[in-house]
């Protein structure tokens, strides 16, 4: 399905448009024209201009072509707006506007899908907070910048049944410097739903994970069909909500969405080779380490640390989440033996799985442990765990961690603390490397890259 239209309008035409602060048709225009390089045609049937730009009555006005509106006028004039938009030849619209199925509506929503139809306008929406392609700048995402921040540029896709908490983890994204390629808020789904959007994005260059927000799916078969030919190419992650009872009835009056009962989702994302997140920073944790690493080949997990208890922790969280500690080959114990003769390596360091290098090692050591680890047959992940409070770690580590990704295995890197630690793991990140906080995101991170090798390569 090529969507390119929504993405990458040339004109877009803002239905409902205005000067008055605070509006919701004043927040759309400045957010398309921040960064949006395309013509902007504001519609506002009072107004001569709005925010500078010469306004029209009507879309019908608007003398050039229009690619996509964006309507944010009252629910019970959207259909005769679509109406107007399909003579003007219009192939996509986004709709703001509450009002409908979720406010009990049905048939106000069953009428806009039907005049879409007519015309063969594509709909987003309604009751949406927008779409955002953040390779051009083409957003009509209507919260203001210096309330949610977006994100730069990057890799991971983001689709949210809830406008919020779409919202929430765009803010989110942009703190923790994680790129986006594009964001779709899909409120109601009246037309467009996520099955649609995963196909299409199954496509898009510019994405290498989707990620996804849900309360309910619209159709379970095309749904099952668009993740299983999509996670064949790039893995899709989905925090599913409404997975308990009570959940389920708020969903039901969120979004009009029936969350039907969890264990078929999971059984469907079992089968479809999708990725269930259950939070918001389990979600971004497995996006993360997907968009920045490739799929491990099998589920042998290596650890270096200069923690002794960080390791401990991390050998308790791959096991229980169903992932094995590498048992080192005899070489691999032979070269770290010759290493500690030749004092390269102290005596009183551990090369079992977890490699505890003690806490006094400097980036060299890291390197030396890094590298057999990693060029052992029996390991297929490796996780690092760096204290950076150590004074001996000197930044070195930077271009050591990088350099080491010629193996092609997936690494993580763990950087628990404060300020000079996520400094330091900004810079890694720069090289290629996912960096976690925790031990528990690191676990999420390895599990995410094994999890999605299964379904690749069937270990």
């Known amino acids: 399905m090529n969507l390119d239209f929504l993405f990458y309008p040339r004109s877009v035409a803002v239905i409902g448009a205005s000067n008055k602060e605070g509006k919701i048709g004043n927040s759309i225009m400045k957010s398309i024209l921040r960064e949006f390089n395309g013509k902007v045609y504001p519609i506002n049937i009072k107004e001569k201009e709005v925010l500078g730009l010469k306004a029209y009555k ?8 229009v690619d996509v509106a964006v309507i944010a006028v009252p629910a019970k004039f959207v259909p005769d707006v679509i ?21 009990g509506r049905a048939d106000l929503e069953e009428e806009l899908v039907r005049r879409a139809r007519k015309w063969g306008i594509r709909l987003v929406g309604p009751n949406c907070l927008g779409v955002t392609n953040l390779e051009n700048g083409f957003d009509c995402n209507f919260n203001p910048p210096e309330r949610q921040a977006r994100p730069h540029f990057g890799t991971i896709a983001f689709m949210s049944q809830s406008g919020a908490f779409g919202a929430a983890i765009l803010d989110w994204a942009a703190k923790h410097e994680v790129g986006m390629s594009k964001f779709v808020s899909l409120g109601n789904m009246a037309d467009l739903d996520e099955s649609d959007f995963i196909e299409y994005l199954k496509d898009d260059e510019k994405t290498r994970v989707i990620t996804l927000y849900l309360e309910g799916v619209k159709d379970g078969k095309k749904f099952l069909k668009a993740a299983k030919d999509t996670t064949k190419v790039k893995p899709v992650v989905v925090l599913k909500s409404g997975r308990t009872e009570a959940g389920a009835k708020a969903a039901a009056s969120h979004t009009g969405s029936l969350a039907g009962s969890y264990a078929i989702y999971e059984a469907a994302f079992e089968q479809t080779g999708v990725l269930g997140a259950r939070s918001m920073r389990q979600l971004f944790n497995f996006a993360k380490a997907l968009a920045m690493q490739p799929p491990a080949k099998g589920d042998r997990i290596a650890i270096v640390t200069n923690g002794g208890g960080a390791g401990v922790m991390m050998s308790d969280g791959i096991i229980e989440a169903g992932m094995k500690i590498a048992e080192l080959s005899e070489e691999t114990k032979q070269k770290f033996e010759r290493d500690i003769k030749e004092k390269k390596l102290p005596e009183h360091m551990s090369y079992k799985n977890p490699i505890d290098i003690i806490g006094d090692a400097p980036s060299t050591r890291y390197e030396i442990a890094m590298r057999y680890a990693l060029e052992d047959p029996n390991v297929d992940a490796l996780v690092v765990i760096a204290l950076f409070q150590s004074p001996a770690l000197d930044e070195g580590i930077v271009e050591k961690v990088a350099a080491l990704q010629k193996y092609g295995k ?50």
């Open 58 to 65: 009507s879309i019908l006005d608007v003398p050039e072509k």
């Open 83 to 103: 109406d107007q938009c399909g003579q003007k030849g219009v192939k996509g619209a986004v709709v703001i506007s509450a009002g409908f199925k979720e406010a």
């Open 410 to 459: 997936p690494i993580i890197f763990v950087a628990p603390g404060g300020e000079y630690p996520e400094r330091m793991a900004r810079r890694i990140e720069k090289g290629g490397v996912p960096v976690f906080e925790t031990v528990e995101d690191g676990v999420d991170a390895v599990y995410a890259l094994v999890k999605y090798g299964r379904h690749i390569y069937g270990f």
